[in-house]
């Protein structure tokens, strides 16, 4: 069974500032898929990023990008100029690569970004 | 419109009652999900669907019940409610055209007294 810790239960940074969020997860799986999830406070479940495991390249989308460890099962997102908006809870996820596999999530770390 | 939509999105019922939860889509996905979200648990997996024929028990499935209706719709029942079924329920579909990225409904809060 997969599992996915995130050991950051709150965070909080500056406007314009970047901020870290860790997450670990346990597989003997191969191939997977990993996410991050975002949850404003309005509780639709927003899709921040994506990456493949089998690529080596870590994923980007605009001002979110992850490092993505294999070896050592390691998937944090880097939030960078970090904007009001982005306060939210910050859930890590993870698919085994079968198609249509169950989402296994952590347990989320809730993010806040001040003025 | 949205793509995934969810009915009721607030419901309070009372211990012992049926209560059906529903979730319709206009992705033309052909799996659907329904998880439930706890606080300080993240969420976690119910039931889910490959295609209308196909329906696979999650983690916690004991207590609920789901009806794939058609594509479109996939429904969740918990046939007779307690409270610690209180929870915030999403509805999540995927096909391979998305690279199973699942995409979510807006949720539903559910409270049982």
């Known amino acids: 069974a997969q599992t996915v810790t995130q050991s950051q239960p709150e965070m909080s940074v500056q406007e314009a500032e970047t901020v870290t969020l860790s997450c670990t997860y346990d597989t003997s799986e191969n191939n997977y898929y990993l996410f991050w999830y975002k949850q404003p406070p309005s509780r639709q479940m927003i899709l921040v990023i994506r990456?493949?495991?089998?690529?080596?390249q870590n994923a980007t989308e605009n001002r979110f990008s992850v490092n993505f460890q294999k070896a050592a099962k390691s998937f944090s997102l880097k939030i960078s100029d970090s904007q009001l908006g982005d306060t939210a809870m910050y859930f890590c996820a993870f698919m085994k690569h079968s198609s249509g596999s169950r989402l296994t999530f952590g347990e989320g770390t809730q993010l806040t970004v001040n003025p | 419109d949205a793509d995934v939509t969810q009915t009721p999105r607030n419901r309070i019922t009372k211990t012992g009652k049926r209560i059906m939860l529903e979730c319709s889509q206009t992705?033309?996905?052909?799996?659907m999900y329904w998880y439930r979200q706890d606080p300080g648990l993240g969420l976690r997996l119910i039931y889910y669907?490959?295609?209308?024929?196909?329906?696979n028990k999650g983690e916690i499935s004991d207590g609920y019940s789901v009806s794939r209706q058609a594509q479109a719709k996939f429904s969740l029942s918990l046939e007779s409610a307690i409270p610690n079924q209180t929870a915030l329920y999403f509805c999540?579909?995927?096909?391979?055209?998305?690279?199973?990225?699942?995409?979510f409904g807006p949720g539903t809060r559910l409270t049982v007294l």
């Open positions: 669907s490959f295609d209308v024929k196909d329906i």
């Open positions: 990456q493949e495991a089998y690529k080596q």
């Open positions: 992705k033309g996905h052909d799996r």
């Open positions: 999540a579909t995927s096909d391979r055209q998305s690279r199973d990225t699942q995409y």
